[in-house]
């Protein structure tokens, strides 16, 4: 069977859905699929000089419009954003959680975008999402598994392929970004299949068992059940700390989360 490249399976950029907030700051680079090692990667490009691009060298980046244009030209197979100190954003990547086939986004990456709840993205695999936020993380970057956050430093590949059950801008989310910081990369265990599974308990029931699993729960999941500081009909009890945790949303949850329209 032949193995088709890189470039035949990236979706397509549709730069009028990247938010503003982004399309207007001079951090754009291209990118282009090499192979190196026997694997694929995506290598930052420079867009007014087709050279490699740093992400440590802000004369190696460009605008929106250079980077965008370059991509419309055919001389590099997508565009990306150099997260830096000096912006507010944050980028979360979650490989491996989306159906190129259905669209279909599994429950646990569900829970993490109905979280953070902000501007969210099909990468450019099709198989994977990206979800920008304004907040600060406590480090520049940290990877588990199939999940990356990333504060500066580094690139993220941007298509435009808006998910219509997220915002349509990079909202204000430091609070959620940093609890969403804690259970992936800090003192929470990682999911078992069982507990990934949905459950039929209570979210008393659901906080119960978390805080005897682990001590460290019960102090904080009783301050994040409902997300102080934001209203509490915009924070229904299956979008909880501890529910997230231990029963994640219910099965086929990203049915309805399809990405917009070229």
């Given at each position: 069977m032949k193995i088709l490249e890189p470039q035949s399976r990236t979706i397509r950029v549709c730069p009028q859905h990247i938010p503003l907030d982004l399309r207007k700051r001079r951090q754009w680079v291209g990118w282009r699929h090499e192979r190196r090692d026997n694997k694929w990667t995506k290598v930052p490009i420079n867009p007014r000089t087709g050279r490699c691009a740093r992400c440590d060298d802000?004369?190696?980046?460009?605008?929106?419009e250079e980077a965008s244009g370059a991509y419309s030209a055919g001389l590099v197979d997508g565009i990306g954003y150099v997260f830096d100190e000096?912006?507010?954003?944050s980028g979360v990547d979650i490989d491996r959680c989306r159906d190129i086939t259905t669209g279909i986004i599994d429950e646990l990456a569900m829970n993490d975008i109905l979280h953070l709840d902000s501007y969210t993205e099909i990468s450019p695999s099709g198989k994977g999402v990206h979800i920008l936020v304004r907040g600060n993380l406590a480090e520049p970057g940290r990877r588990r598994g199939r999940i990356e956050a990333y504060r500066s430093g580094r690139f993220c590949t941007v298509t435009g392929g808006h998910l219509v059950c997220s915002p349509t801008t990079i909202m204000e989310r430091d609070h959620?970004?940093?609890?969403f910081y804690l259970r992936t990369f800090s003192w929470i265990p990682a999911l078992s299949a069982n507990d990934a599974r949905p459950s039929d308990l209570s979210d008393a029931q659901v906080l119960e068992r978390a805080s005897t699993q682990n001590p460290a729960v019960a102090g904080s999941c009783a301050s994040l059940d409902g997300f102080p500081g934001r209203p509490q009909a915009t924070a229904p009890p299956a979008r909880s700390f501890a529910g997230r945790w231990l029963k994640g949303q219910s099965a086929g949850?990203?049915?309805w989360c399809s990405s917009r329209a070229p």
């Open positions: 802000p004369a190696t980046w460009g605008t929106f000096a912006d507010p954003f959620e970004l940093h609890q949850a990203g049915a």
